[in-house]
Antibody
Framework: QVQLQESGPGLVKPSETLSLTCSVSGGSVSSGNYYWSWIRQPAGKGLEWIGYMYYSGSTNYNPSLKSRVTISIDTSKNQFSLNLNSVTAADTAVYYC????????????WGQGTMVTVSS | DVVLTQSPLSLPVTLGQPASISCRSNQSLVYSDGNTYLNWFQQRPGQSPRRLIYKVSNRDSGVPDRFSGSGSGTDFTLKISRVEAEDVGIYYCMQGTHWPPGYTFGQGTKLEIK
């Protein structure tokens, strides 16, 4: 069974870069059937898709975050990562990694989420 | 941009009674391939979201058959035939038809037991 696990700092200073990693077990990020994605959720608020990457290197980002986001994949480690630069308090949220079907079936497997606070 | 509007935002339901959540889009969610990429997710308190329904009406493995999805074009509905205590949480619809902006979610409907 495929499982996803986020890791990274829980506290980031304003204007710095938020960096998270999602480790995939029970499956491969090199699978051609899935994109690997990040989604976030501010406390008490709804879900916001950040972007995804395909194992080939192609990416797609939320236009509202595109200028600050980079998603990458390390097939040798079977993990993918999120970098969000120039963060502000508005980027404080629970960050989820998720697998999304290339067939348009949406996010079928989610990580448990990791809380990131932006504060000095 | 495509906007998904859910109603109601709060849904108190008596155990054993049915519940219905609406998701309306300001644009048709029918893609050029003929498919409609509208999904439903459940987020129980303190948990990650879980997909319940994909492409309008396809129930995920392990999802009780009391959950059903329906609709077409711009109007969609998630129905629970008989609410159980474990159904408490927030329900989100999500579209994957329009690119950009990419995957977008409704604002969520909070289901609670009366």
């Amino acid at each position: 069974q495929v499982q996803l696990q986020e890791s990274g700092p829980g506290l980031v200073k304003p204007s710095e870069t938020l960096s998270l990693t999602c480790s995939v077990s029970g499956g491969s990020v090199s699978s051609g059937n899935y994109y690997w994605s990040w989604i976030r959720q501010p406390a008490g608020k709804g879900l916001e898709w950040i972007g995804y990457m395909y194992y080939s290197g192609s990416t797609n980002y939320n236009p509202s975050l595109k200028s600050r986001v980079t998603i990458s994949i390390d097939t040798s480690k079977n993990q993918f990562s999120l970098n969000l630069n120039s963060v502000t308090a508005a980027d404080t949220a629970v960050y989820y990694c998720a697998r999304v079907s290339t067939r348009g079936h949406g996010f079928d497997i989610w990580g448990q989420g990791t809380m990131v606070t932006v504060s000095s | 941009d495509v906007v998904l509007t859910q109603s109601p935002l709060s849904l108190p339901v008596t155990l054993g009674q049915p519940a219905s959540i609406s998701c309306r889009s300001n644009q048709s969610l029918v893609y050029s391939d003929g498919n409609t990429y509208l999904n439903w997710f459940q987020q129980r308190p303190g948990q990650s979201p879980r997909r319940l329904i994909y492409k309008v009406s396809n129930r995920d493995s392990g999802v009780p058959d009391r959950f059903s999805g329906s609709g077409s074009g711009t109007d969609f509905t998630l129905k629970i035939s008989r609410v159980e205590a474990e159904d408490v949480g927030i329900y989100y619809c999500m579209q994957g038809t329009h690119w950009p902006p990419g995957y977008t979610f409704g604002q969520g409907t909070k289901l609670e037991i009366k």
